[in-house]
């Protein structure tokens, strides 16, 4: 209990010194700001207490909506746990409203406690913080023994509720950079998973970057490993840069204890969310590459906590969509403590806000549907012959005497000397009219002027027929 009693004190330290300053970075380096303003919507008030059980106390939870289903880890004392200490629990609801109940029904399981010996997790496990890739989860955890200093450790899963150590050590201790009076150490993790690397941060009450007055702050590292032992990258005053014991705590992205964050690819930023006001909780947003940057001025989410919020995200630690599909909109719901009669809190509960991003969506262009290209020589034998076939057979003789004297003006049959207009259809045509035979009967005769027609008619059914003729 001392040391759930040192997280405490700190977190009302902090809520003291911090009041109205939840954005300050610390004095590593300032904080490069946009601020565009959001517009908060739609808010969701506290809920009702979500579990039962017969826990001590409950808070720090993590939670990710997967397969329609609200999975929620979070630590505890539960009374039926092997070894006396700070358990991490697991529940799961439909609503985010819970009930939330162990798969099936009953009270929330005991999932990941302490070993019960002198390893750095022999006795506490907490601070739970969980996500999921490429089929495996990864449990980052807050552990001590013998209710000594914190620090983070690493497990793996297959389902979320068997769990194995990936390592005996922890992956992450305090720096021990200076003195601020507050001994809790290095853990409170949180991690998201975004274009192949882990990104955690955490809290070190020791490191360089932290609030001398209290400890307060939280350092981001990032790695291609879960574990952090290789290829490892710290946030500078400089950005990143690769990790060294002397760089690894110098810059703090935001004066929070027990924070949670996310990646939001609506807002293409890192959303923190932490207490530091009495009366709300804080929403901090990052740029994706710069973290000393805030594209969107910070928002609030109304209503009183108690310790660390969650926030409700994608399996991989990613703002959950907008059921609706608006631009620029982002629901944010977090689970916190809500209660603390005495010292230790209690009564999970869940609130949210939605909020909306001046964001100017681009509308798809629709991909046309292609069509058939035309064929451009026609079938080879008619479907239906012409019906214009003439009755009588021709006389020898011309219809007009040939001995009549031609006219100087040309007559109305003669070829006419102006080119056909083009087909006012806009869609492509087998046959353009440019192709279509002369139909004009001039000096040759009757016997080529019924000819022609023949052929006039034939091309005039197949253009009929391709449905280039209304």
Same mark, same amino acid.
């Not at 230790?344 to 629709?366: F, M, N, R, S, Y």
């Given at each position: 209990?001392? @040391?759930?009693?040192?997280?405490?004190?700190?977190?009302?330290?902090?809520? $003291?010194?911090?009041?109205?300053?939840?954005?300050?970075?610390?004095?590593?380096?300032?904080?490069?700001?946009?601020?565009?303003? #959001?517009?908060?919507?739609?808010?969701?008030?506290?809920?009702?207490?979500?579990?039962?059980?017969? =826990?001590?106390?409950?808070?720090?939870?993590?939670?990710?909506?997967?397969?329609?289903?609200? @999975?929620?880890?979070?630590?505890?004392?539960?009374?039926? %746990?092997?070894?006396?200490?700070?358990?991490?629990?697991?529940?799961?609801?439909?609503?985010?409203?819970?009930?939330?109940?162990?798969?099936?029904?009953?009270?929330?399981?005991?999932?990941?406690?302490?070993?019960?010996?002198?390893?750095? /997790?022999?006795?506490?496990?907490?601070?739970?913080?969980?996500?999921?890739?490429? !089929?495996?989860?990864?449990?980052?955890? !807050?552990?001590?023994?013998?209710?000594?200093?914190?620090?983070?450790?690493? =497990?793996?899963?297959?389902?979320?509720?068997?769990?194995? *150590?990936?390592?005996?050590?922890?992956?992450?201790?305090?720096?021990?950079?200076?003195? +601020?009076?507050?001994?809790? %150490?290095?853990?409170?993790?949180?991690?998201?998973?975004? /274009?192949?690397?882990?990104?955690?941060?955490?809290?070190? +009450?020791?490191? $360089?970057?932290?609030?001398?007055?209290?400890?307060?702050?939280?350092?981001?590292?990032?790695?291609?490993?879960?574990?952090?032992?290789? %290829?490892?990258?710290?946030?500078?005053?400089?950005?990143?840069?690769?990790?060294?014991?002397?760089?690894?705590?110098?810059?703090?992205?935001?004066?929070?204890?027990? $924070?949670?964050?996310?990646?939001?690819?609506?807002?293409?930023?890192?959303?923190?969310?932490?207490?530091?006001?009495?009366?709300?909780?804080? #929403?901090?947003?990052?740029?994706?590459?710069?973290?000393?940057?805030?594209?969107?001025?910070?928002?609030?989410?109304? %209503?009183?906590?108690?310790?660390?919020?969650?926030?409700?995200?994608? &399996?991989?630690?990613?703002?959950?969509?907008?059921?609706?599909?608006?631009?620029? @909109?982002?629901?944010?719901?977090?689970?916190?403590?809500? @209660? =603390?009669?005495?010292?230790?809190?209690?009564?999970?509960?869940?609130?949210?806000?939605?909020?909306? $991003?001046?964001?100017?969506?681009?509308?798809?262009?629709?991909?046309?549907?292609?069509?058939?290209?035309?064929?451009?020589?026609?079938?080879?034998?008619?479907?239906?012959?012409?019906?214009?076939?003439?009755?009588?057979?021709?006389?020898?003789?011309?219809?007009?005497?040939?001995?009549?004297?031609?006219?100087?003006?040309?007559?109305?049959?003669? +070829?006419?000397?102006?080119?056909?207009?083009?087909? &006012?259809?806009?869609?492509?045509?087998?046959?353009?009219?440019?192709?279509?035979?002369?139909?004009?009967?001039?000096?040759?005769?009757?016997?080529?002027?019924?000819?022609?027609?023949?052929?006039?008619?034939? =091309?005039?059914?197949? *253009?009929?027929?391709?449905?280039?003729?209304?």
């Amino acid at each position: 209990m001392r @040391r759930h009693s040192i997280r405490t004190r700190s977190v009302l330290a902090l809520a $003291a010194a911090a009041s109205g300053a939840a954005l300050v970075l610390t004095a590593a380096g300032p904080a490069i700001a946009q601020d565009v303003p #959001l517009t908060t919507e739609n808010p969701r008030p506290n809920s009702g207490p979500l579990t039962g059980g017969d =826990a001590a106390y409950e808070y720090a939870p993590t939670i990710i909506a997967e397969n329609g289903v609200y @999975r929620m880890w979070y630590c505890a004392q539960d009374p039926q %746990g092997a070894v006396p200490g700070d358990d991490i629990l697991y529940a799961e609801s439909p609503n985010l409203d819970g009930p939330f109940t162990a798969p099936g029904g009953g009270d929330p399981l005991i999932v990941f406690e302490g070993r019960g010996d002198a390893s750095f /997790d022999g006795q506490h496990a907490c601070d739970p913080s969980v996500v999921k890739v490429d !089929g495996t989860y990864y449990l980052y955890y !807050g552990a001590a023994v013998n209710d000594g200093v914190t620090t983070i450790g690493v =497990a793996r899963s297959a389902d979320g509720l068997s769990w194995e *150590r990936m390592v005996d050590q922890p992956i992450i201790t305090p720096a021990n950079q200076q003195d +601020t009076g507050n001994g809790y %150490g290095a853990g409170q993790p949180s991690a998201v998973y975004l /274009d192949g690397q882990f990104y955690l941060i955490f809290t070190d +009450t020791t490191g $360089a970057g932290a609030l001398p007055s209290n400890g307060a702050g939280q350092f981001a590292w990032r790695s291609s490993d879960p574990t952090f032992a290789t %290829g490892t990258e710290v946030v500078t005053a400089d950005g990143w840069q690769p990790f060294t014991p002397e760089n690894s705590r110098g810059f703090s992205v935001a004066n929070a204890f027990s $924070a949670d964050w996310q990646y939001s690819d609506e807002l293409e930023s890192f959303v923190i969310a932490h207490n530091n006001d009495a009366g709300s909780t804080t #929403l901090t947003f990052l740029g994706t590459e710069n973290l000393a940057e805030h594209p969107w001025a910070p928002a609030t989410i109304e %209503g009183p906590w108690v310790e660390g919020p969650g926030i409700v995200s994608t &399996p991989d630690k990613h703002a959950v969509d907008d059921d609706g599909g608006e631009c620029g @909109r982002v629901p944010v719901d977090i689970m916190h403590a809500s @209660r =603390a009669d005495g010292v230790p809190p209690q009564d999970l509960v869940h609130k949210g806000i939605d909020v909306v $991003a001046p964001i100017e969506c681009e509308t798809p262009t629709p991909t046309p549907t292609p069509t058939e290209d035309p064929t451009d020589e026609p079938t080879d034998e008619p479907t239906e012959d012409p019906t214009d076939e003439p009755t009588d057979e021709p006389t020898d003789e011309p219809s007009e005497s040939p001995t009549q004297e031609p006219t100087d003006e040309p007559s109305e049959s003669s +070829t006419p000397s102006q080119e056909p207009t083009e087909d &006012p259809t806009p869609s492509p045509s087998p046959t353009s009219d440019d192709d279509l035979p002369d139909t004009g009967a001039g000096s040759t005769g009757v016997l080529v002027t019924l000819g022609a027609a023949l052929v006039a008619g034939a =091309a005039l059914l197949y *253009r009929f027929r391709r449905g280039t003729v209304a």
